[in-house]
């Protein structure tokens, strides 16, 4: 039998019967303050445990975040819905539809809340068709315009099982909370149990959290180790999305120097952005809502968390009841907020919800028309292509491990979408970089023309120089300049040592180079074992030309940057050397230069380039031969 978690909270005006109704459907009472006890209202979050089998026979397991009704509190509220799968509205029928209904209703939509069910409590003390009708006008030009309206009471028990079946059909017909690979726990508790230390407990959502993991309390960056994982009172390895879950942090202490309600647990560390920019939106309900004027201050409900911050319209100067507009919101203390992420904006006085909010960036822009892209995506925070997109679309290069990291799409889903634009063309992706086509292009189209410039300017050199090639792209990463380079060997360029070049080219001298080289030839020919300098036998720009040419097609070989020889000269040296060497069992330096006819200005260079070539090995003053050398040793 399979087994869902999902989480459920409570809404709705105070006085309303919530939390009755929560003991009446769990056992459980959620108000655990005695505070909460002697005044009768919900004053901060509570938490119970609901157990249903849906229409499939499938496991539902339901955790309920419990929160408070009264005006003062909604600060409280809105840190209990922040990541929910569906609301249970309770509706007093003998009050009707109140102004804290019409709040929590609002944050509701604001959030995105897939499902609601309406609980029309204290149905013994009022007409219940009235009642029903007047929340189902209410409810009409919304999304939850059809959702269920179950009459209960408390008092009679009447509509509690009809309830429950009602909560297990709806939660069977949602799929279960996603497993993004991005666990964030947003902390609604954290409290010291004695012999155990601090325990932290919230919402699970993106991923999933396991006893021994190592995680990350922001916004502090504190390090901490899971020493156990609890979801009401059990015992688990691993606490899966959708599920209140308990952390034992035991390294860590309970206030702002270690952990405390507001703050983010996630198993990686992440960058707070100062600055978000969302699609903010005002509902059509505000009739009388004074509008939002550009610059105006507001609180940034985001998780668990509150900020104050600095609304900035971007393309209008005051935003009223039923308008939406791109914003940016300048926090005074940042937030580890993700693309796709929700949050409410209410007024400075907290008396107020004013408008509700979708994040689309949390980085910073170049330009207003990169703002402009990257706003469409509020419009379908759940459409990966989209946003992959438009993220693409904002930089000249990009990491595909590190696109939309913080967003609430998978590494698997952005990597489908990355795949999905390089089979059509609309962007290049190698295995960790990536590009727009057409900008990849432009980058390609500027250095195979570079190779081509080289090639016409000196027609004798195998190709061009890749620290040359690398000089005119000073601005690109050297991951960039290597996946370039590969690309361009993918097609007509080849890679030879340190040069890359056109497959068709072919190194030749130019007729003025011509009898340079033959110079060269001529005066190591005169003397091939005792050779003059480099700087002496290359002394104008046409014989230094001429002699790179000759070692690069290894006619010549560079000995050391003094010594060069002709490659037969090399092959005749080392051969000498072999010989003796094998009949004696060793030699000397000056034993070699003897043997050879050589000066000891020249042996030493020659001793040492067979030693690097692996023909000798120096062992104190002596050269041996090494077990096996090569047949030919003359190489550039």
Not at 35 to 56: C, M, Q, Y
Not at 297 to 323: F, P
Not at 429 to 444: E, I, P, S, T, Y
């Amino acid at each position: 039998m399979t087994e869902k978690h999902f989480i459920l909270a409570t809404a709705g005006h105070v006085d309303h019967g919530k939390s009755a109704l929560v003991k009446a459907l769990t056992g459980t009472d959620p108000d655990r303050l005695p505070e909460e006890k002697a005044r009768g209202i919900t004053i901060d979050l509570g938490f119970a445990e609901l157990n249903l089998v849906g229409p499939g026979h499938e496991k539902l397991h339901v955790g309920i975040v419990d929160v408070p009704g009264h005006e003062d509190f909604v600060r409280n509220m809105v840190a209990g819905v922040g990541s929910i799968d569906l609301a249970l509205l309770a509706v007093a029928a003998d009050d009707g539809w109140m102004p804290q209904t019409e709040e929590h209703f609002q944050i509701l939509l604001f959030l995105g809340v897939k499902q609601i069910i309406v609980a029309l409590t204290k149905s013994d003390l009022a007409n219940i068709a009235n009642a029903a009708a007047q929340v189902r006008e209410k409810l009409n030009g919304t999304p939850f315009a059809n959702a269920p309206i179950v009459p209960t009471s408390i008092r009679n028990g009447e509509g509690i099982e009809k309830l429950k079946l009602t909560l297990a059909s709806e939660f069977a017909k949602l799929s279960p909370p996603r497993d993004i690979g991005k666990p964030r726990l947003f902390v609604d508790r954290a409290f010291t149990l004695r012999g155990i230390g601090t325990v932290v407990t919230g919402t699970l959502t993106g991923g999933r959290l396991q006893r021994g993991q190592n995680v990350v309390i922001h916004p502090r960056n504190v390090a901490a180790r899971i020493r156990s994982v609890q979801s009401h009172g059990r015992d688990l390895e691993t606490a899966q999305p959708g599920m209140r879950t308990a952390i034992n942090l035991p390294e860590v202490s309970v206030g702002p120097a270690g952990t405390q309600r507001g703050d983010v647990i996630t198993c990686r560390r992440f960058e707070r952005s100062p600055t978000l920019d969302v699609l903010l939106t005002r509902s059509a309900r505000l009739r009388r809502a004074v509008p939002i004027k550009s610059g105006a201050s507001a609180y940034v409900h985001h998780g668990t968390t509150r900020t104050l911050a600095k609304v900035i319209l971007a393309e209008t100067d005051s935003l009223a009841a039923s308008e939406s507009a791109v914003a940016q919101l300048r926090l005074n203390a940042p937030l580890l907020a993700f693309v796709g992420d929700r949050l409410i904006v209410r007024d400075t006085s907290e008396q107020h919800t004013i408008a509700g909010g979708v994040v689309f960036n949390v980085g910073d822009f170049q330009s207003n028309q990169e703002r402009a892209l990257v706003a469409s995506r509020a419009v379908a925070p759940d459409d990966v292509d989209l946003a992959v997109w438009t993220e693409v679309s904002r930089a000249s290069f990009f990491d595909p491990s590190q696109l939309l990291e913080r967003s609430r799409f998978s590494a698997a889903e952005i990597a489908r979408a990355l795949h999905r634009l390089s089979k059509h063309s609309e962007i290049f992706l190698r295995q960790n970089v990536g590009a727009k086509m057409l900008v990849w292009r432009d980058f390609r189209e500027r250095a195979a023309k570079l190779i081509d410039t080289a090639h016409q300017t000196h027609p004798e050199r195998r190709g061009l120089e890749l620290s040359e090639l690398r000089a005119e792209f000073t601005s690109t990463s050297p991951t960039v300049f290597e996946t370039l380079i590969d690309d361009l060997c993918q097609g007509q360029f080849m890679r030879a040592g340190s040069t890359i070049a056109k497959r068709s080219h072919s190194a030749s001298l130019p007729p003025d180079l011509k009898p340079a080289a033959n110079r060269l030839r001529a005066a190591l020919a005169e003397k091939p074992f005792d050779p003059p300098g480099r700087k002496e036998l290359a002394k104008d720009p046409h014989e230094r030309q001429a002699l790179r040419f000759l070692i690069h097609q290894r006619e010549i070989t560079e000995i050391s940057s003094e010594i060069v020889l002709l490659r037969e000269s090399v092959d005749q040296i080392s051969a000498t050397v072999s010989d003796f060497i094998r009949a004696n069992g060793s030699a000397t330096a000056s034993q070699l230069r003897e043997t050879v006819g050589t000066s000891r200005r020249v042996i030493i260079p020659i001793l040492e380039y067979l030693d690097r070539i692996g023909v000798t090995q120096r062992i104190g003053d002596v050269r041996r031969l090494r077990e096996s050398s090569p047949a030919s040793v003359a190489r550039s």
